[in-house]
């Protein structure tokens, strides 16, 4: 009990092996315990599903429930219906929490009684050099205002109450649905704050092509529930192929190197140099810092948006991303 309130972890899982033994190991060690650990499986075919039995034997507070081809948001929402607590936690497979990471996000709410949900703070734990890169300059800085009010799905907690509410997660969505569940929160008023030492570790993509789709999922969510501008999106695009252009036409005419120059300035002074100086790279040599920033930064910048004008398509031409969107945020 946490304030006379049960509280539930929930997740998502699929084909997770042998990582999710630590997951498991890791939430039922916490330091303030959850009354509860409900998860459903996708439809795992490698070993998830005879470790989530193993543990269900072990523990009567892990609970598991098999809904083959159930997306993320869908998965969510069936283990929150099959769950008791009033407090909800929220974590994915790939993740590893700190020994307190539940005890310091449930504290805000033992602290205003206004609050209606809590976002935790994710750190990359790498295997390589890419991945130290990739992780660290693809989580998103949760202090930065443009994610006020935000909270995701990796490590989040929130009142039964608002989910309720808010009529769960969009399930209609692949990606976005963190967000847009978020918007729903706060156009209920509710009140969400970001709790820094609730630490949970996160395995970042371990290749460009996989990092690249990551993103370009992000933007394709986006995209279909209007997060974000669209007049934004075509003037990267439009860089990214005058960059490209003016490379290949300098082979033919010199002088579109001139272009070419003045392309690379507005990337290096706009997107690279800001994220070249991340305090989170500090600890990185300089040679590898001037080598990953710019291809994991351009390649972010162009997948993301690519994504966004391809939801953004998708929400003009198919009228039911249009429909679901509206009855989901209407009062």
Avoid at 24 to 45: K, N, T, Y
Wanted: aromatic fraction near 12%; proline fraction near 5%.
């Amino acid at each position: 009990m946490f304030n006379n309130q049960k509280v539930s972890i929930i997740l998502t899982v699929l084909n997770e092996g042998a990582a999710l033994r630590e997951l498991l190991d890791a939430l039922l060690a916490q330091s303030h315990p959850a009354d509860e650990i409900v998860l459903v499986d996708g439809g795992s075919r490698d070993g998830t599903q005879g470790i989530l039995e193993d543990y269900a034997r072990k523990s009567s507070r892990v609970r598991f429930f098999v809904e083959p081809g159930v997306n993320i948001s869908l998965g969510r929402n069936i283990a929150i219906t099959r769950s008791t607590g009033d407090i909800i936690a929220v974590t994915d497979g790939g993740c590893q929490p700190d020994k307190d990471w539940l005890k310091e996000l449930l504290q805000p709410f033992a602290a205003d009684p206004a609050i209606g949900a809590v976002s935790g703070r994710f750190v990359p734990v790498y295997l390589n050099t890419f991945e130290y890169f990739c992780g660290n300059l693809s989580i998103p800085d949760q202090t930065d205002l443009s994610h006020a009010g935000k909270f995701y799905g990796r490590s989040s907690a929130f009142l039964r109450e608002l989910w309720q509410r808010a009529g769960g997660y969009p399930e209609w969505l692949y990606t976005g649905e963190d967000t847009l569940f978020a918007i729903k929160a706060g156009r209920l008023g509710y009140k969400v704050v970001y709790a820094p030492r609730s630490l949970i570790e996160w395995r970042p993509r371990p290749t460009l092509r996989k990092m690249a789709k990551m993103f370009y999922l992000y933007g394709k969510g986006n995209g279909r529930i209007q997060n974000g501008d669209l007049k934004t999106a075509l003037y990267w695009l439009r860089n990214h192929a005058l960059l490209l252009l003016s490379l290949l036409a300098g082979f033919i005419t010199p002088w579109f190197w001139l272009v070419s120059a003045y392309m690379l300035y507005l990337f290096i002074g706009t997107l690279i140099l800001p994220d070249l100086n991340k305090p989170e790279l500090r600890n990185s040599s300089p040679l590898a810092r001037l080598f990953y920033t710019p291809i994991i930064v351009m390649t972010r910048n162009l997948s993301i948006h690519l994504g966004y004008v391809r939801g953004h398509r998708e929400y003009l031409t198919n009228p039911e991303f249009k429909e679901r969107l509206d009855a989901y945020l209407k009062p």
